[in-house]
């Protein structure tokens, strides 16, 4: 849920959020204008007054349209101030880091002012028009009845209202199931408990004193080096397999060390672990279930993978093991072909994982 927040985030995210909150300002609107009309007998005498005084419509609406944007105003400083005191720990429960940002851009506080006019107009609007419409002869006679249409238009903006409170009762109760999936779901690996480190290539060619340092720390139990890790992945690599070269195979391919299963709890379904007693595992790889199934893999030891390095060179990669499937990507997205290759010393970038 944390990278929901970044910079690099998918902006429907931002388009969903605001459509809600334009929603419930829009129920916060309708629900002034029902209260203000429902009550509009309460102020009725004083629009007669007024009105005998000397007070045009204009005037009238003018002043109402004043209380709503005085309330609307109100309303926006609640709003700050509860912003400020309650985003501290809204930072803290999701892990962000977001700012309230009011000086940051010019365009900011005008289009808050901006916005609060909109919403008095909006919500005061009808109310003032109603209210100003009243025959000041008939008011303080004490004969003012809502009108056929006032009251239709009432019962329009009540359905209105309970139509859109029950859409987001319902958008909160698939929220939270989703949330409660995401939970509980069994991605395939132990999420609790790890530190991952981004930009391991900073730490250079101490790569292997850094790991044995943090792993001598109390508490630690494992650390691990990778060029990608659960919910952040490479690109797509294209392989091969020897003696069916007219196929290609699309994998994403993670570059790690010994440690890598054990340090997030995956489960081997079958071979093992790359091991420091084979040299040969130093080109080897693991495989996920899906790759398996995908490629058509019956019997790991007797496939190899063929790549080209760098120079055009083809390489053999023999399989070792296959890994229980887990979700390297959103929980979204189908569970893909995934290859786990050895991490030689002289790749240095990526992450460093510590549980």
């Not at 709890?265 to 790889?285: H, P």
């Amino acid at each position: 849920m944390q990278q929901e927040f970044k910079a690099a985030s998918d902006p429907k995210y931002l388009i969903i959020f605001g459509s809600v909150a334009i929603l419930i300002v829009l129920i916060a609107a309708v629900n002034f204008m029902n209260l203000s009309t429902a009550q509009a007998t309460r102020r009725a005498k004083e629009v007669g007054i007024k009105k005998i005084s000397g007070s045009t419509r204009r005037m009238l609406i003018f002043q109402f349209l004043s209380e709503s944007f005085m309330l609307s105003l109100i309303a926006l400083l609640i709003a700050l101030v509860l912003i400020r005191i309650t985003l501290p720990y809204f930072n803290d429960l999701l892990g962000a880091n977001l700012t309230l940002g009011l000086f940051r851009n010019w365009y900011t506080i005008p289009g808050l002012i901006l916005f609060t006019v909109f919403v008095g107009f909006l919500s005061g609007s009808y109310p003032a028009l109603f209210l100003s419409s009243f025959n000041p002869y008939e008011v303080l006679k004490g004969s003012v009845r809502n009108s056929q249409n006032n009251g239709r238009l009432r019962r329009v903006l009540v359905v209105f209202q309970f139509a859109v409170s029950i859409l987001l009762i319902i958008g909160t109760m698939i929220m939270y199931r989703q949330i409660n999936y995401m939970i509980n779901k069994d991605v395939g690996f132990n999420k609790e408990q790890v530190i991952v480190i981004n930009r391991a290539e900073a730490i250079g060619g101490k790569m292997k004193s850094f790991k044995e340092t943090v792993h001598n720390i109390p508490g630690v139990v494992n650390i691990s080096s990778s060029t990608a890790v659960p919910g952040r992945v490479n690109n797509n690599n294209g392989y091969m397999i020897e003696g069916r070269k007219d196929e290609t195979f699309l994998a994403v391919s993670n570059w790690a060390d010994y440690n890598f299963l054990e340090t997030y709890g995956m489960t081997l379904v079958s071979g093992r672990n790359f091991d420091e007693s084979y040299s040969s595992d130093k080109q080897a790889c693991i495989i996920n279930e899906t790759a398996k199934k995908d490629f058509n893999i019956t019997d790991i030891e007797k496939v190899r993978f063929m790549n080209p390095d760098d120079s055009g060179k083809i390489g053999y990669i023999p399989i070792i093991g296959v890994v229980k499937n887990f979700n390297f990507e959103s929980l979204r997205n189908p569970i893909g072909p995934y290859l786990i290759r050895f991490q030689n010393e002289g790749m240095l970038w990526g992450y460093i994982s510590v549980r």
